[in-house]
């Protein structure tokens, strides 16, 4: 069958079940299904797609049309300048949290040999992208997650940096391994009766431990901040990815642990995201 008409099946067949991003979607899980690049799908639409293919390219697309996210259907997603293995019950990188990668960089572009600490580092995509800009940074990641244990080894492999970043299955209530420089972490902040509105492609799909942030969406964030407090040195950074509505919350929570608020970063949609604070001495 011609790459014209399988993709326009397709691109028909997920708009009828309401998926946004019905022809992207198509053209990128085509290209999984021929092993080509999406440019190749746009450029030679006469290409010839045998039955082996046809078959495995209609299994995704009817998972898609449920709602399952591309990133998983196709193991893979770009974040920063990588691409990362993902898989189910790994929460999917999301371009807003770059901010944090963007926020890390500016602030030591000068200094050298920092020793950082991820808190829930799921697939591995804050933590890994460090690593892979700064040569001479040293990270440990801590997380509850059986699944983002096995995700995040797999990444840190194939990214070439896994001699320098130390992983364990730990909640952060009971961590007390080192004193950080830095840390970092992008942790569930979604109010509990909030789920429930968000789109089908997340709520039904991606892993509820990584965005269920508890009934006031802070209850991780707070337990973060208070063990952060312990395990960062004096004048160390935190820097804490947070919903669009919680900054004043959290800047409390921070002063109440001995943190200064430096600044709040936006992201993408001008939302505030990031907050970036330093521990002082009490």
Not at 80 to 105: A, C, G, H, M, S
Not at 112 to 121: A, H, T, V
Request: charged share 30%.
């Amino acid at each position: 069958m011609k790459l014209e008409v399988v993709i326009k099946n397709a691109f028909q067949k997920l708009k009828r079940n309401n998926i946004k991003s019905a022809l992207i979607d198509s053209e990128i899980l085509l290209s999984v299904a021929i092993n080509k690049k999406r440019e190749f799908i746009i450029l030679n639409l006469d290409y010839n797609v045998s039955d082996e293919q046809y078959n495995y390219f209609q299994k995704m697309v009817h998972q898609r049309a449920k709602g399952k996210p591309v990133a998983y259907l196709t193991k893979k997603k770009f974040f920063w300048k990588y691409e990362f293995y993902v898989r189910e019950n790994v929460l999917i990188p999301r371009p807003d949290t770059e901010i944090i990668i963007e926020q890390v960089l500016k602030i030591y572009r000068k200094k050298n040999n920092i020793n950082f600490l991820d808190i829930g580092f799921g697939s591995g995509c804050i933590l890994l992208s460090i690593l892979k800009e700064r040569k001479d940074f040293k990270a440990t990641g801590i997380d509850i997650s059986n699944h983002a244990l096995k995700v995040c080894k797999i990444n840190a492999y194939k990214l070439g940096v896994k001699n320098r970043v130390r992983l364990f299955k730990s909640d952060v209530d009971k961590f007390s391994k080192g004193k950080y420089d830095l840390i970092v972490s992008n942790p569930p902040y979604i109010k509990n009766l909030d789920l429930k509105y968000l789109e089908k492609d997340v709520i039904n799909f991606e892993p509820k431990l990584a965005l269920n942030g508890g009934l006031d969406g802070i209850s991780e964030i707070r337990k973060i901040i208070k063990k952060s407090s312990e395990l960062i040195k004096n004048g160390g950074k935190l820097i804490l990815e947070i919903a669009y509505n919680q900054k004043e919350e959290v800047k409390q929570l921070l002063i109440k642990n001995s943190f200064y608020i430096n600044s709040v970063a936006k992201d993408l949609a001008n939302n505030e995201r990031c907050i970036i604070s330093t521990k002082i001495e009490k």
